[in-house]
């Protein structure tokens, strides 16, 4: 008995080995727009940072189903491989220091929990990775949730509980001014030089709880305390290299990337054209300028605005990035600190039409991962981008949290 199982263990193997090889050849002829499909078809992508929600709150649209307008619908979430899109609790820095403001949030996570309500079929919530993974093998779209604007906490480590709570699994500090918590990159005003002295306290209640800190937006001098106070990773769930875009502090420079790399933390490089391209840039500041001197004679709403802005435009059309200058990106983070760092945080349904030739929603996540692979990218490489090291980066927060 004991011959005749080994026999059968024996071919057993060797049709294995032969079935292995089969596929490793089939692989092997692959285009690499067949294997940029299959790759993301067959791996987890998770996406850092898509504006669903507030599209919502503007405009309403059934994304279970296809729209014509936005970025984000389960059909093209379908066809572009997209399995876990953090959906932002984006709450607007108007509405900071203001009842609206926490509000505003738990309407959007109503939001959120409507689509999965709506289409339990293609949708399910993602509070944990173990979610994350089991949808998949379910196959559902996973909707974790993160915010987009620290404001809505209202300096209450009791209401920051009930986000994570209702699901809540980061929290970008500040937006475009400077908040309670933080303060931002776009805002000159340094009230904190920092984080404030609650926003020291929330970092380390965040840490307890399981939310993931994210440095998006926030000053430099927030970002370097937030990682000091931090036990746990942290991310920048849509940010890009200041690099390629001088001066534009949003962005981070190769200081703060070996930092972050020392934090074993993750930037998720955000697609927007003003975010990766230096002519997208350019263009962007100098209307700006340009609008500004205006708007101190004239108004913001003037006219003379807004003929300004049409003439601009049509005279002066966007310089929409191109695929390879985000790829550009992420080639400056591995090189400067290694593949484990970088991940996807595109912010489609929040740049607007700004978004990149061949990148123009959630349907063209094959155009990069084709895009990495003719760079010489590892299918293994890739995996970690789509989804390794952010989902790392989660679970080492959930471990931090259990600790506590």
């Known amino acids: 008995m004991r011959k005749q199982s080994t026999a059968i263990l024996t071919v057993v193997s060797a049709l294995m080995l032969s079935a292995c090889n089969a596929t ?8 690499n727009a067949q294997a940029a499909k299959r790759i993301t078809q067959q791996n987890i992508i998770v996406d850092g940072h898509i504006d669903v929600p507030y599209r919502i709150q503007n ?26 899109p953090f959906m932002s609790i984006y709450v607007p820095a108007s509405l900071d220091n203001s009842d609206e403001s926490t509000a505003l949030a ?6 959120v929990e409507a689509i999965v ?57 500040a937006h475009s001014q400077s908040n309670h918590i933080s303060d931002s990159s776009y805002d000159l005003r340094r009230q904190w030089k920092g984080l ?9 209640e965040m840490n307890k709880l399981g939310i993931i800190v994210d440095i998006s937006h926030v000053s ?12 746990a990773p942290v991310i920048a769930s849509h940010s890009s290299l200041r690099q390629f875009t001088p001066g534009f502090e949003r962005n981070m420079d190769d200081d703060m990337l070996k930092a972050l790399a020392k934090n074993q933390g993750v930037i998720m490089i955000n697609f927007g054209s003003g975010f990766v391209s230096p002519v997208a840039r350019s263009w962007r500041d100098n209307r700006g300028k340009k609008v500004e001197e205006l708007a101190k004679v004239f108004g913001q709403d003037s006219q003379e605005v807004k003929d300004f802005i049409e003439k601009y435009n ?75 090291n952010v989902l790392r980066v989660w679970r080492e927060v959930e471990a931090v949290a259990k600790a506590s």
């Open 24 to 31: 490793s050849t089939m692989q092997s002829n692959e285009t």
């Open 59 to 84: 405009q309403w649209v059934d994304v279970t189903k296809a729209t014509e307008s936005g970025d984000f619908d389960y059909p093209r979430a379908v066809e572009g491989g997209l399995d876990a």
């Open 106 to 111: 738990h309407r959007l996570i109503d939001y």
């Open 117 to 173: 309500g709506r289409a339990p079929d293609k949708f399910a919530l993602a509070y944990t990775v173990a979610d994350v993974e089991q949808n998949f093998k379910d196959n559902k779209i996973s909707l974790p949730m993160g915010m987009e604007n620290g404001s809505p906490v209202q300096g209450s480590l009791d209401t920051l509980r009930t986000f994570y709570e209702r699901g809540i699994r980061y929290i970008t500090l």
């Open 196 to 204: 404030s002295p609650f926003g020291k306290e929330m970092v380390a």
């Open 220 to 231: 430099d001098a927030a970002f370097y305390q937030a990682i000091d106070i931090s036990r």
């Open 314 to 388: 049509t005279e002066s059309p966007y310089p929409f990035a191109s695929l390879d200058i985000v790829l550009d990106h992420i080639d400056h983070v591995v090189k400067l600190v290694g593949i484990d760092y970088v991940g996807i945080g595109s912010d489609y349904d929040g740049v607007g039409d700004s978004l990149p030739i061949n990148l123009k929603d959630v349907s063209d996540f094959p155009n990069l991962v084709e895009g990495m692979l003719e760079r010489g990218y590892s299918e293994a490489d890739i995996k970690k981008v789509l989804n390794e």
